[in-house]
């Protein structure tokens, strides 16, 4: 199934908002009805490709024939751009501006290089797609004529060693296909990310990916332990053991390089048993500090739940920590902060790590709610981008960022975000509802994930964009990184041009310059063009 064209997931699940959120949303925040009525998916002019017949029939030929290479409006208009809401806006609006040429759809290591060659030679840029998720323009290159190279056909387990607990996936697998295969064998990736139902394996190395259970099994680029990648120059191979000192580690050039300096076309991971317990639980504290301080206590010095979460003062009241549950709580005087902490494994290890937990969670304060908040929580944890759709269907903005930092700095993140977020859109005419958790913590720190609700003003990604530069502004001054797991694109691109400085983006021009000397991949994603 394709995901929706105009907005995240599968048709069927696109649920209105109640009247009760409308109302609240018109009263607090100003949100009024659209006046225009949405475009179907036929109205919208797709201009006819411009590459010529040669380079088609090029491209036919490197993945074996035409019926895998898609020039048709309604493919074209579905590879346009990704999911952020500024994507989605524009895209609703009809603009057509970043549409490929075509989609092709390679099988085979040797057909991505195929592939390559053929854009080589005919001067297209390629953008590989994998889920289609990217919320950070990374799949809108700097260049007129590109093809969407649509990985969904290398969609196989290749191999799995129970003895090393390893896995070789193709990148065109989608994470729950994945999780279906490891688990007929007894296994789990245990990468449930929020994007889980729709994003790809390749999707998830070429983007640093971080799930959800992040705690628990770490982060996507912790899991991998060798990468195949095709470039314009041939192939690179990584990953003969699961660490080395032969030399600075190739892997951490590709992971976390979203196609700019060539395609991956299979990834080796690491693979643990399915667990035979899982249980969620919520905890609430007085304060998003008070909670704050709990996380970084069970980080540093443990126990270390599989999922730990922390919702702030305002993201507790509205009830974003379970989705379908939004508004439950607006008539608590004591909100406080939600947290979710879940545990997954033995049951004897399960109950453990629980026990231990709970004495630390309860000297710093927190109260335990029982494990209905939790379940809520992994029951609904996916319904997020519905629910941003839904608001966009009424007339309000909904879009995220997320930034890390250490915990020292924390605190003055948090702060500078919200407070460039909430200065920039009041001062536009549209006071913003403000929410942010901790998704993922670390012995040194953690990260922020943001939610702004506003109304969307008359243009709405011309309005937007103030605010998004203020808070990037904030992140740098206040010592936090551009993105944490939903990477730079084109949207991130200057400011992390800024974070890594002038030396490290010339040696990373440097590989983008031996992999890929013409610049056809990704062009303006992750690295100026100029």
């Given at each position: 199934?394709d995901m929706?064209?105009?907005?995240w997931?599968?048709p069927?699940?696109?649920?209105?908002?109640?009247?009760s959120?409308?109302?609240?949303?018109h009263?607090?925040l100003?949100v009024?009805?659209r006046?225009?009525?949405?475009?179907?998916?036929?109205?919208?002019?797709?201009?006819?490709p411009?590459?010529?017949?040669?380079a088609?029939?090029a491209?036919?030929?490197?993945?074996g024939?035409?019926?895998?290479?898609?020039?048709?409006?309604e493919?074209?208009?579905?590879h346009?751009?990704?999911?952020?809401?500024?994507?989605?806006?524009?895209?609703r609006?009809?603009?057509?501006?970043?549409?490929?040429?075509?989609?092709?759809?390679p099988?085979?290591h040797?057909?991505?290089?195929?592939?390559?060659?053929?854009?080589?030679?005919?001067?297209?840029?390629?953008?590989?797609?994998?889920?289609?998720t990217s919320?950070?323009g990374?799949?809108?290159?700097?260049?007129?004529?590109?093809?969407?190279?649509d990985?969904r056909?290398?969609?196989?387990?290749?191999?799995?060693?129970?003895?090393?607990r390893?896995?070789?996936?193709q990148?065109?697998l989608?994470?729950?296909?994945a999780?279906?295969?490891l688990?007929?064998?007894?296994?789990t990736?245990?990468?449930?990310?929020q994007?889980?139902e729709?994003a790809?394996?390749g999707?998830?190395?070429?983007?640093r990916?971080?799930?959800?259970a992040?705690?628990?099994y770490?982060?996507?680029d912790?899991?991998?332990?060798g990468l195949t990648?095709?470039?314009?120059?041939?192939?690179v191979?990584?990953g003969?053991?699961?660490?080395?000192?032969a030399?600075?580690?190739?892997?951490?050039l590709?992971?976390g390089s979203?196609?700019?300096?060539?395609?991956?076309?299979?990834?080796?991971?690491?693979?643990?048993?399915?667990?035979?317990?899982?249980?969620y639980?919520?905890?609430?504290?007085?304060s998003?500090?008070?909670?704050?301080t709990?996380?970084?206590r069970?980080a540093?010095?443990?126990?270390?739940?599989?999922?730990?979460r922390?919702?702030?003062e305002?993201?507790?009241?509205i009830?974003?920590?379970?989705?379908?549950?939004?508004g439950?709580?607006?008539?608590?005087g004591?909100?406080g902060?939600?947290?979710?902490?879940?545990?997954?494994?033995t049951?004897?290890?399960?109950?453990?790590r629980?026990e231990?937990?709970?004495?630390?969670?309860?000297d710093?304060g927190?109260?335990?709610?029982g494990t209905?908040?939790?379940?809520?929580?992994?029951?609904?944890?996916?319904n997020?981008?519905?629910?941003?759709?839904?608001?966009?269907?009424?007339?309000?903005?909904a879009e995220?960022?997320?930034?890390?930092a250490?915990?020292?700095?924390?605190?003055?993140?948090?702060?500078?975000?919200?407070?460039?977020l909430?200065?920039?859109?009041t001062?536009?005419g549209?006071?913003?509802l403000?929410?942010c958790h901790?998704s993922?913590?670390?012995?040194?720190?953690?990260s922020l994930?943001?939610t702004?609700?506003?109304?969307?003003?008359e243009?709405?990604v011309?309005?937007?964009?103030?605010?998004?530069h203020?808070?990037?502004e904030?992140?740098?001054a206040?010592?936090?990184?551009?993105?944490h797991?939903?990477?730079?694109?084109?949207?991130h691109r200057?400011?992390y041009v800024?974070?890594?400085?002038?030396?490290g983006?010339?040696?990373?021009r440097?590989?983008?310059?031996?992999?890929?000397?013409a610049g056809?991949?990704?062009?303006?994603?992750l690295?100026?063009?100029?």
């Amino acid at each position: 199934m394709d995901m929706l064209w105009n907005g995240w997931g599968d048709p069927a699940r696109a649920t209105p908002l109640p009247d009760s959120v409308t109302a609240l949303l018109h009263d607090l925040l100003g949100v009024k009805p659209r006046t225009t009525p949405a475009l179907a998916l036929g109205d919208i002019p797709v201009p006819a490709p411009t590459a010529d017949a040669t380079a088609l029939a090029a491209l036919a030929t490197a993945v074996g024939g035409a019926q895998h290479v898609r020039t048709d409006a309604e493919s074209r208009l579905r590879h346009t751009r990704g999911k952020s809401t500024p994507d989605l806006l524009r895209l609703r609006a009809g603009d057509t501006t970043d549409v490929p040429q075509a989609v092709v759809l390679p099988e085979t290591h040797d057909e991505v290089l195929a592939v390559l060659g053929a854009c080589a030679t005919h001067g297209l840029a390629v953008v590989p797609f994998g889920g289609g998720t990217s919320v950070v323009g990374g799949l809108a290159p700097e260049h007129a004529a590109f093809v969407a190279l649509d990985l969904r056909r290398m969609s196989g387990l290749l191999d799995l060693d129970p003895v090393s607990r390893t896995a070789v996936l193709q990148p065109g697998l989608r994470a729950p296909e994945a999780e279906a295969l490891l688990a007929e064998h007894g296994f789990t990736l245990g990468h449930f990310p929020q994007s889980f139902e729709w994003a790809t394996i390749g999707g998830f190395a070429a983007a640093r990916s971080s799930g959800q259970a992040s705690a628990g099994y770490g982060r996507f680029d912790e899991m991998v332990l060798g990468l195949t990648l095709a470039t314009p120059e041939g192939t690179v191979e990584t990953g003969r053991a699961p660490r080395s000192a032969a030399g600075p580690d190739l892997r951490q050039l590709i992971l976390g390089s979203e196609g700019a300096f060539g395609v991956i076309t299979s990834v080796t991971v690491r693979i643990r048993p399915v667990p035979e317990v899982r249980v969620y639980e919520g905890w609430r504290f007085a304060s998003f500090e008070a909670g704050a301080t709990a996380l970084r206590r069970l980080a540093q010095d443990g126990p270390r739940p599989t999922v730990l979460r922390l919702s702030d003062e305002t993201e507790t009241l509205i009830g974003l920590a379970q989705p379908d549950a939004i508004g439950n709580d607006l008539t608590r005087g004591d909100a406080g902060c939600t947290a979710v902490v879940g545990y997954e494994g033995t049951p004897e290890d399960t109950a453990h790590r629980r026990e231990r937990a709970a004495a630390v969670l309860t000297d710093c304060g927190g109260t335990l709610l029982g494990t209905e908040p939790g379940e809520r929580w992994a029951h609904g944890r996916y319904n997020a981008p519905y629910l941003r759709d839904a608001l966009l269907d009424v007339g309000a903005f909904a879009e995220t960022l997320e930034t890390a930092a250490f915990w020292s700095r924390v605190p003055e993140l948090y702060g500078a975000v919200r407070t460039a977020l909430t200065d920039t859109l009041t001062q536009a005419g549209t006071p913003p509802l403000v929410m942010c958790h901790i998704s993922h913590v670390y012995e040194n720190g953690a990260s922020l994930y943001f939610t702004v609700v506003s109304a969307q003003g008359e243009d709405p990604v011309a309005h937007w964009e103030p605010a998004k530069h203020a808070a990037n502004e904030a992140v740098l001054a206040a010592g936090g990184t551009i993105s944490h797991h939903h990477g730079v694109g084109t949207d991130h691109r200057d400011w992390y041009v800024r974070e890594a400085g002038p030396l490290g983006i010339a040696a990373l021009r440097a590989v983008k310059g031996a992999l890929d000397p013409a610049g056809l991949l990704s062009p303006g994603v992750l690295l100026p063009t100029d």
